[in-house]
Nanobody, 115 residues
Framework: QVQLVESGGGLVQAGGSLRLSCAAS????????MVWYRQAPGKQRESVAR???????NYADFVKGRFTISRDNAKNTVYLQMNSLKPDDTAVYYC?????????WGQGTQVTVSS
């Protein structure tokens, strides 16, 4: 079955950096778009960054210039490099693999940014 496993979250001070990873298995990873979402306490889940199967990227305005999404199809892994982190970036971060019939989700990884 399809599995997405995130890693790389943690506690970091404002201005610091983290790199999230999401490893996929059970599906032809390279042909699908991948998306990073986040959900802060009491807020709705929101899209952070997307990378297409061809490598095109787009970002939410609130992370542009600070976050970078990338993928390594040989490793079935998508990454989110997060720089200049702010306390408002505190959330559970999820990766998602989008097919035409379903969106698959990882279990999430907590990112906490202290001020």
């Amino acid at each position: 079955q399809v599995q997405l496993v995130e890693s790389g979250g943690g506690l970091v001070q404002a201005g610091g950096s983290l790199r999230l990873s999401c490893a996929a298995s059970g599906i032809s990873f390279s042909i699908y778009d991948m998306v990073w979402y986040r959900q802060a306490p009491g807020k709705q889940r929101e899209s952070v960054a997307r990378i297409s199967n061809g490598g095109s990227t787009n970002y939410a305005d609130f992370v542009k210039g600070r976050f970078t999404i990338s993928r390594d199809n040989a490793k079935n892994t998508v990454y989110l490099q997060m720089n200049s982190l702010k306390p408002d970036d505190t959330a559970v971060y999820y990766c998602a693999l989008q097919t035409t019939w379903k969106t698959y989700w990882g279990q999430g990884t907590q990112v906490t940014v202290s001020s």
